[in-house]
T-cell receptor, first 114, second 114 residues
Framework: DQQVKQNSPSLSVQEGRISILNCDYT??????FLWYKKYPAEGPTFLIS?????DKNEDGRFTVFLNKSAKHLSLHIVPSQPGDSAVYFC?????????????FGTGTRLTIIP | DAGVTQSPTHLIKTRGQHVTLRCSPI?????VSWYQQVLGQGPQFIFQ???????GRGNFPDRFSARQFPNYSSELNVNALLLGDSALYLC?????????????FGPGTRLLVL
């Protein structure tokens, strides 16, 4: 049962344009959401997070939007740069369970075209 | 400062064998989590340890076990290996236990079971 879904396995975006990565979840207990970026031969690197009490969080070129009613979140990267080419994972946790279990999506491979 | 380190980087075993994977968290981090990432999937939570106690367990068989040592390093043990255990095993550390603590991942150990 895939509780966190990333329906686009890949995405190509022109350098300088906006990249939008999408993520859907089914478990209504999730109340904290994160995006990780992964380069080959490296572990995932934390990018940005958002609590369910917010609908937007911004950090530099990265903005995460959360739509609780639709159980949907998205990561916007603007402007996109060649170094952004990587696999992006959406992850979620249910903080009232008291541990740090992250439930990940299957990832979206982002390719920035120079 | 050194990040999360894992050893070995790669490992080849045969079915039925046993394997031990090791993880050293970032200095000062007391919480360690283990994840399994099968090709084409997102990481799946296996265990979380905090202050040497198991604080969370994912949906994995009893062949999987782990422990955390007084210096907060951790071992993941897998007995009676199956072909399906072939995966990238990721270790993540965080400062303390808490679902909103940022988890920092190591580069992983790639296990191949023949």
């Amino acid at each position: 049962d895939q509780q966190v879904k990333q329906n686009s396995p890949s995405l190509s975006v022109q350098e300088g344009r906006i990249s939008i990565l999408n993520c859907d979840y089914t478990n209504s207990m999730f109340d904290y959401f994160l995006w990780y970026k992964k380069y080959p031969a490296e572990g995932p690197t934390f990018l940005i997070s958002i609590s369910s009490i917010k609908d937007k969080n911004e950090d530099g070129r990265f903005t995460v939007f959360l739509n609780k009613s639709a159980k949907h979140l998205s990561l916007h990267i603007v402007p996109s740069q060649p170094g952004d080419s990587a696999v992006y994972f959406c992850a979620a946790s249910a903080t009232n369970f008291g541990n740090e279990k992250l439930t990940f999506g299957t990832g979206t491979r982002l390719t920035i075209i120079p | 400062d050194a990040g999360v380190t894992q050893s070995p980087t790669h490992l080849i075993k045969t079915r039925g064998q046993h394997v031990t994977l090791r993880c050293s968290p970032i200095s000062g981090h007391k919480s360690v989590s283990w994840y399994q990432q099968v090709l084409g999937q997102g990481p799946q939570f296996i265990f979380q340890y905090y202050e040497k106690e198991e604080r969370g367990r994912g949906n994995f068989p009893d062949r999987f076990s782990a422990r955390q040592f007084p210096n907060y390093s951790s071992e993941l043990n897998v007995n009676a290996l199956l072909l399906g255990d072939s995966a990238l095993y990721l270790c993540a550390s965080s400062l303390v236990q808490g679902a909103r603590e940022t988890q920092y991942f190591g580069p992983g150990t790639r296990l191949l079971v023949l």
